[in-house]
């Protein structure tokens, strides 16, 4: 596609269910990335994929926190047991490589709202 | 460790005035890079310039200039006659090397402007 397409862009959960949020990348893109955006918290890394493999899942804040990606393309984060704190918008980027110099596109972000 | 400050929060200006939303960052890095991205309401993150820690031309696109300068750390962002259009966050961020591909940004809280008509 022409952008960073995440879905869905707004989820509010209950307490303890598992979600699971989809991040497609812009085409040709080998490296993506997961971010958290919570309120005043900017923007925290959470794991890098370059193809289907996760050199860097240093970010992920819990054992619930996993993510996937198939066919070098699609990525799939799933929160298992979801917490209240859980509760953030979760960006998702790709860009056309993973070297130092590569700037990122970012989706626009699913908001999970944990209840 | 690397940390990327923008120590202001919130501007607030009116349609025309020139602003400056500034950057600090902290790196051992000898190399590394520097971003900034703009968040408008619509929630995705836009990105505006990447600059590389051996080049310290300062660099202008449009109404957008940014002033890069090692000995102070700083990579700060200015928008002249700015438009309610440029209302956003901006962030600045900095590239984190590591080895084979990794690679992540390190993020500032972000600059809240809003440019009043």
């Known amino acids: 596609g022409a952008g960073v397409s995440q879905s869905p862009s707004n989820k509010v959960t209950e307490k303890g269910k598992d979600v699971e949020l989809r991040c497609d990348p812009i085409?040709?893109?080998?490296?993506l990335y997961w971010y958290r955006q919570s309120l005043g918290q900017g923007l925290e890394f959470l794991i890098y994929?370059?193809?289907?493999?996760?050199?860097?899942k240093s970010g992920l804040p819990s054992d619930r926190f996993s993510a996937e990606r198939t066919g070098g393309s699609v990525s799939t984060l799933t929160i298992q047991r979801t917490q209240q704190e859980d509760s953030a918008v979760y960006l998702c980027?790709?860009?056309?490589?993973?070297?130092?110099?590569?700037?990122?596109?970012f989706g626009q972000g699913t908001r999970l709202t944990v209840v | 460790a690397q940390k990327v400050t923008q120590a202001q929060t919130e501007i607030s200006v009116v349609e025309k005035e020139d602003v400056t939303l500034d950057c600090v960052y902290e790196?051992?890095?000898?190399?590394?890079?520097l971003f900034w991205y703009k968040q408008p309401p619509s929630g995705e993150l836009v990105f505006l310039i990447r600059?590389?820690?051996?080049d310290e031309q300062n660099e202008i696109s449009g109404r957008y200039s940014w002033n890069f300068q090692k000995s102070t750390s700083s990579f700060n962002f200015t928008i002249t006659a700015s438009q309610v259009v440029d209302s956003a966050v901006y962030f600045c961020?900095?590239?984190?090397?590591?080895?084979?591909?990794?690679?992540?940004?390190?993020w500032g809280l972000g600059t809240s402007l809003a440019v009043n008509p």
């Open positions: 980027a790709s860009s056309y490589g993973g070297g130092l110099n590569t700037e990122a596109f």
């Open positions: 085409s040709g893109h080998t490296a």
């Open positions: 994929f370059q193809g289907n493999s996760a050199p860097d």
């Open positions: 790196t051992r890095d000898t190399t590394y890079y």
């Open positions: 600059r590389n820690s051996f």
């Open positions: 961020a900095l590239s984190e090397g590591g080895a084979g591909n990794n690679r992540k940004l390190i």
